[in-house]
């Protein structure tokens, strides 16, 4: 018989949710996920796969990826799709790995149909395979071929492991791996301000809590009878330990490239409020000022620091973050409402540089708009440049400890 989680995703998959990506209000791929999480996640890996890129390409190889928890391939996607420069306006996008650089692609699925499935989008590749495996007990399936370059993971799916399989299965891996290998980790935050209950724990089992994707079913038939299941939350510091405890049980050399925070402000849970109901609905939010031709009530995106609980390290940062996106939010509301001005800001000079310079490109945005005015320019051009300015201050300002919906890290093997 099928697990819960394994039918919530037979289920999404037969939906269509696991289909294609296209931007929008809610969903799988709602905007948040297409425009911030997917393009933040390109952005951090980008310098660490370049450089394995080049050492593979001087070498003449090309690369060998291993996607664990692939759903339909989305990894896929991911590290294919890594711009090289910033500014490159030209018509063909020069990428950091090109698809012909890649030997083979091989994802691993609980679910099968999401193995069905992945293999029919990339029918038309052969070196794109999926195949069926519990990232738990299967890992023979990795052992029987040659090493992987990349061993991939995204959105949380090793959060469905608990932690004696996580260390026996990233054992495995740093057995496996090449010198220079890169393990990508991608986990839920503990200290989400969407799960507050879930950030005090002793002991390992308290680590491990209810989740549902609830969030799918939003907009869906209220009827559906949504799974809930265990899924193990992350810090930053655990991370940490697990990667000595890995040095210590394979003698493999790993460190720690980057940790990163992921949708702290913006993660799934804000829309739904289920395990913290002081929540505004951020996401869906953000996702409007994404959407062409739709206005958005600025006022719904400011957020009441009160909500954080206290925390010696988490709390302090995220009341930095609330309070510099509260005071761009603000100011694009004063500036398209009363035409306000920099120079009102009197705490300017308090502000840090990532707060000044998202303050100076929506001021500067919205001054050059004028010309656009048969266009709608509140709704296309400058709500979606607030959505990237607010993006902005999440990415420059986030720490890696685990405070936001997604924690990241990359690992890189040295043999
Ligand atoms: C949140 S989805 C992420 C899918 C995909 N990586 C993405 O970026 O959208 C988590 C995936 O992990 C898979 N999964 C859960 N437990 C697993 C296990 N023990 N072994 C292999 N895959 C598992 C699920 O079937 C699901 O496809």
Redesign the pocket.
């Known amino acids: 018989m099928q697990s819960k ?2 039918r919530t ?1 037979t289920e999404a998959v037969k939906r269509g949710d ?1 289909d294609r990506y296209s931007g929008n209000l809610f969903g ?1 791929y709602d905007n948040v996920r297409t425009y911030w999480e997917d393009q933040l996640t390109r952005f951090v890996l980008r310098p660490f796969l370049s450089k394995l890129v080049a050492h593979r390409q001087n070498q003449g190889k090309k690369l060998r990826i291993l ?6 391939g ?2 896929y996607e ?1 590290v294919t799709k890594i711009d090289k420069r910033d500014l490159d306006l030209g018509l063909q996008r020069d990428r950091v790995l090109p698809e012909d650089e890649i030997e083979v692609y091989l994802g ?4 099968q149909e ?1 193995v069905d499935k992945g293999n029919e989008i990339f029918e038309c590749k052969p070196n794109v395979n999926f195949r069926r ?4 007990k ?1 890992m023979d399936v990795v052992k029987e071929e040659k090493p992987f370059d990349i061993y991939f ?5 090793l959060s ?2 608990d932690k004696s ?1 996580l260390v026996q299965l990233l054992i495995d891996i740093c057995n496996h791996s090449n010198n220079e290998s890169l393990i990508i980790l ?1 986990f839920l935050g503990r200290y989400s301000i969407e799960w507050p209950d879930y950030w005090k724990v002793e002991t390992e089992p308290e680590k491990i809590r209810d989740y549902s ?1 609830s969030y799918l079913y939003s907009e869906l038939n209220q009827d559906v009878e949504i799974e809930h299941f265990p899924v193990r939350f992350w810090t930053g510091t655990e991370v940490e330990e697990l990667v000595e405890e890995l040095i210590m049980e394979t003698k493999v050399q790993v460190e720690i490239l980057k940790k990163y925070d992921r949708s702290i402000l913006t993660g799934r849970h804000t829309d739904t409020q289920q395990y913290n109901p002081k929540l505004k609905p951020i996401r869906r939010t953000v996702n409007r000022l994404h959407e062409d031709y739709m206005r958005t009530d600025l006022s719904e995106l400011i957020i009441d620091a009160d909500i954080v609980p206290d925390h010696p390290k988490v709390a302090p940062f995220l009341d930095e973050l609330i309070r510099s996106w509260n005071i761009l939010v603000n100011f694009c509301q004063k500036r398209l409402e009363e035409n306000a001005s920099l120079i009102e800001l009197e705490d300017w000079p308090e502000f840090s540089s990532h707060l000044q310079f998202a303050l100076m490109n929506i001021d500067r945005v919205i001054a050059d708009t004028g010309w656009m005015w048969y266009g709608e320019p509140r709704a296309n051009i400058i709500e979606p440049q607030l959505g990237y300015a607010l993006r902005s201050l999440e990415i420059n300002m986030q720490k890696g400890i685990g405070c936001g919906h997604g924690l990241v890290a990359i690992l890189e093997v040295t043999k």
């Open positions: 989680e394994t995703y696991y799988k996607d664990l928890g692939c759903g339909t989305q990894g991911l691993l699925d609980l679910c999401m495996a519990d990232l738990r299967d993971s995204s959105y949380a799916s469905h492991l399989h991608d994707m």
